[in-house]
């Protein structure tokens, strides 16, 4: 119908002529209460904010000269974090000297990953970025 039979139409019921796909060849319009549309509109956006899950990510820092009960202790933390569903970030801080040997480091990253194999895939794979070196591991799909 055209504007203005759908505004009359729209008067004459005391709501409001509401254009829902203004895009669309012609335009949708709907003849609403305007108050109630953008009242329902703001539920269902709420409705689907409480449905969606967010992932967090946990970082894990680690230095070169580590122990491996120490990483055994940061392996088991990484585990808890991907069984709740968070991403985890591994980071390897060098300082000092130890900017030197950072190729020989890589194995640390990777023992790490090898060890979380069951619950975790990597994400990212090693990466140097200025004095650290990071890696993400995700929750495995079953």
Do not use: W
Request: proline share 4%.
């Amino acid at each position: 119908m055209s504007i203005q039979d759908a505004r009359k139409v729209a008067e004459d019921e005391g709501v409001d002529l509401v254009m829902i796909a203004p895009t669309a060849k012609p335009p949708v319009c709907r003849v609403v209460d305007y108050g109630k549309f953008k009242y329902e509109q703001l539920r269902k956006e709420k409705e689907a904010k409480k449905k969606q899950k967010t992932v967090e990510i946990k970082e894990i820092r680690l230095s070169p000269n580590i122990d491996t009960n120490d990483l055994n202790t940061k392996v088991n933390a990484a585990k808890k974090f991907l069984e709740k569903g968070n991403r985890v970030k591994v980071t390897l801080r060098f300082r000092g000297r130890e900017m030197a040997h950072m190729g020989a480091s890589v194995h640390i990253l990777t023992d790490f990953a090898e060890a979380l194999a069951d619950v975790a895939v990597i994400e990212k794979q090693p990466k140097v970025e200025g004095r650290s070196m990071t890696m993400f591991l995700s929750e495995k799909k079953n």
